[in-house]
């Protein structure tokens, strides 16, 4: 991984979006941004980013529905894709994780914690390899 990891983000909600961009590429990484999930899918296997964040609710494909197909694409299938939702319930949280993402990041972005965050889910996709 390079010092300026890239992270892709996929986010619906242009406010949601611009926050989370601005707050990463502050802390340093490079970031890229698709605002449906088929963009989302397509990017990344252009991309190939090292953290996927993706929002559950988008138009078209959802979070779900897109990361079915990063998993079916064997260019993309080991990036880490982190559910990035407004969903707050333990069941959301449980519906998350046994749908294959890696972790799971909750809306509204806490501007000081979400980088480090970002950065956790960096660090544990990467031992896990
Ligand atoms: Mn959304």
Known sequence: MT?????????????NLKLARDVLEFAGF???????????????????????LMDIQLPGIDGYAALEQIRRNSATTHIPVVA????????????????GFDG????????????????RHLDEAQERQ
């Open 104 to 119: 799971y990041l909750e809306k509204p972005i806490s501007v000081r914690d979400f980088p480090t965050e970002v950065r």
């Open 30 to 52: 490079t970031v890229a941004i698709a605002g449906t999930g088929e963009d989302g899918v397509a990017l990344a296997a252009s991309a190939l980013p090292d953290l996927i």
């Open 3 to 15: 010092d300026r990891p890239l992270v892709l983000l996929v986010e619906d909600n242009p406010r």
């Open 84 to 99: 990035l939702t407004a969903f707050a319930m333990a069941r959301d949280r449980d519906r998350v994780l046994s749908s």
